[in-house]
């Protein structure tokens, strides 16, 4: 397959999992109105595809328990905006409808050790669920994507079979889901290993229905962004400030920072809708919240040259 280079007429999509996927990796659960404040922040900084929480039972992901509160209380987001619900079964998909959802996102694993630890069942039977939850949820007017994790390294059973992630992208094709993401759950990817991924899933899928989800493990996330932006993926999952991480993979870093994403675009001439200084914004309140630093490098970089620019400011006034 031919290598599409990035153009300046080329948009890219950014799926923000901060609020989702990377507070589920916090140990602290937080309120309700900080997920609802950084939502907020996240879209006025133009971020118009947001995960909001998980149905997933709250037992195993107490951080996501009141994602039907959020829901409501959030209101229907204006017809230019996606923001998507996971749901592992389909009680969380009758739970889904019950807000007024009009995206869900359906899981796998590309690995059946990592699909049993997280998912409580075996590939071919998280297949059959989401099998299902696509064809109730479509026919009920509902966009479907799907995320599948672990497909390059595993943290059980290393690196996992390209045989193996090709059947599920075309699996989640035939079941009608609008984009598959493909997750580097352990950050091991590089761009050698995401180019024959690539070229390996555009066999049974067009690459636009393909998203990537890189993990900055070997600080080679942004490097498999360019890659991938090579093989025509025009979608990304991101986290603000670089939250997220595995609880399988503790060794794993958090996700692609979205500010490294938005400056990485504007740098590339590529155009994503998201004003990085705003974006900024939702980073420092998040990190503040939780107490942490932030890991993206952008983030790093920018904050420091404000500080320094206030103190020249302060020196001189």
């Not at 998912?119 to 479907?144: K, M, P, T, Y």
């Not at 025009?234 to 870093?253: K, M, Y």
Request: net charge negative; aromatic share 4%; hydrophobic share 40%.
């Amino acid at each position: 397959m031919q290598t599409q280079a990035p153009t300046t007429a080329d948009r890219v999509r950014i799926i923000e999992t901060g609020a989702h996927r990377g507070l589920a990796n916090q140990a602290r659960v937080l309120p309700t109105t900080v997920r609802i404040n950084l939502i907020a922040l996240l879209e006025s900084a133009g971020i118009r595809e947001v995960e909001i929480g998980s149905f997933a039972p709250s037992r195993q992901v107490p951080q996501m328990a009141d994602t039907a509160t959020l829901c409501t209380l959030l209101g229907t987001p204006p017809i230019d905006r996606i923001r998507s619900l996971w749901v592992p079964d389909m009680r969380g998909l009758e739970r889904a409808i019950a807000t007024g959802c009009r995206d869900v996102t359906v899981v796998s694993a590309a690995s059946d050790a990592y699909c049993r630890a997280n998912f409580s069942c075996n590939i071919a039977e998280s297949l059959r669920r989401a099998d299902e939850i696509a064809g109730h949820a479509l026919a009920a007017g509902i966009q479907v994507r799907a995320a599948l994790s672990t497909a390059i390294d595993c943290p059980f059973d290393g690196r996992v079979a390209l045989s193996d992630v090709t059947r599920i992208v075309a699996r989640f094709h035939e079941m009608g889901c609008r984009e598959i993401s493909l997750g580097d759950t352990t950050g091991s990817g590089t761009p050698v290993s995401v180019g024959t991924l690539l070229r390996a899933c555009a066999t049974e899928v067009p690459v636009h229905h393909l998203a990537a989800h890189f993990h900055d493990t070997f600080g080679l996330a942004i490097a498999n962004v360019v890659e991938a932006l090579e093989h025509g993926v025009r979608a990304f999952d991101s986290a603000i400030s670089g939250l997220g991480g595995d609880a399988h993979a503790p060794d794993a870093a958090g996700s692609l920072a979205t500010e490294d994403l938005v400056y990485l675009c504007s740098e590339l001439g590529i155009g994503c809708g998201v004003d990085l200084d705003a974006l900024l914004l939702a980073a420092e309140y998040i990190d503040c919240l939780l107490q942490r630093k932030t890991e993206s490098r952008v983030g790093r970089a920018l904050r420091a040259r404000h500080r320094q620019a206030k103190g020249r400011t302060g020196a001189t006034g």
